[in-house]
């Protein structure tokens, strides 16, 4: 049964850094993996979708890369910035169905 | 704007009763899904239906049921059965067949009284 880890859960840096969130995941038949922001008290905001035949996708300052044989994802953010702060999640589509990571908490200090 | 709307976006039940979350949405999606988020856990699949007039269990099914009546919308009741329904709970909805993102509602917090 595939599961989704994200390290560390949490993460505070300062405004600037440029910063790197992980998800592996255990299983490797995956058709994609997307990566989704949550702010406190709302729902999820996708992000970025990479396809199992594509190695990464880049929106912004944000750049999401996937290596299915080692069962990792990363999430790249750029100069961050205060309003980056949130709960990023990722998950696998595996038969039609997203398996969860239970999340990172991104806080970045002015 | 085409979105999902959730609602109530808190909600408080009492011991032995059924509570009905709503969730409508104007996307034009065949498919809908029920989450449901505990603190530290990631979400976890309570139903999904891909068509009108039919949904499936996800994961945690158990003391929850759902109807798919019209295309729009998928509410979740909590049953007196679910002996901890306390949580955050998430509606979305896609693409069938899905491989695409979907889209979320602002989710209902539901409590014990």
């Known amino acids: 049964k595939q599961e989704v880890t994200q390290i560390p859960a949490a993460l505070s840096v300062p405004e600037g850094e440029n910063l790197v969130l992980n998800c592996s995941f255990t299983d490797s038949a995956i058709y994609n993996l997307q990566w989704f922001r949550q702010d406190p008290g709302k729902g999820l905001t996708s992000l970025l979708l990479i396809q199992s035949s594509q190695r990464e996708q880049t929106s912004g300052r944000l750049n999401a890369s996937l290596d299915k044989s080692s069962g990792r994802s990363t999430l790249y953010i750029a100069a961050s910035q205060p309003g980056d702060s949130a709960t990023y999640l990722c998950?696998?589509?595996?038969?039609?169905?997203?398996?969860w990571g239970a999340g990172t908490k991104l806080i970045i200090k002015p | 704007d085409g979105g999902i709307t959730q609602s109530p976006k808190y909600l408080f039940r009492k011991e032995g009763q059924n509570v009905t979350l709503s969730c409508e949405q104007n996307?034009?999606?065949?498919?809908m899904y029920w989450y449901r988020q505990d603190p530290g856990q990631g979400l976890r699949l309570i139903y999904y239906s891909q068509i009108v007039n039919d949904f499936q269990k996800g994961d945690i099914a158990e003391g929850y049921s759902v109807s798919r009546e019209k295309k729009e919308s998928f509410p979740l009741t909590v049953t007196s059965a679910q002996k901890n329904p306390t949580a955050f709970y998430l509606c979305a909805s896609g693409p069938r067949g899905g491989g695409q993102p979907q889209h979320f509602g602002d989710g209902t917090r539901l409590s014990i009284l």
């Open positions: 998950a696998t589509d595996s038969n039609y169905q997203l398996i």
């Open positions: 996307l034009n999606h065949d498919a």
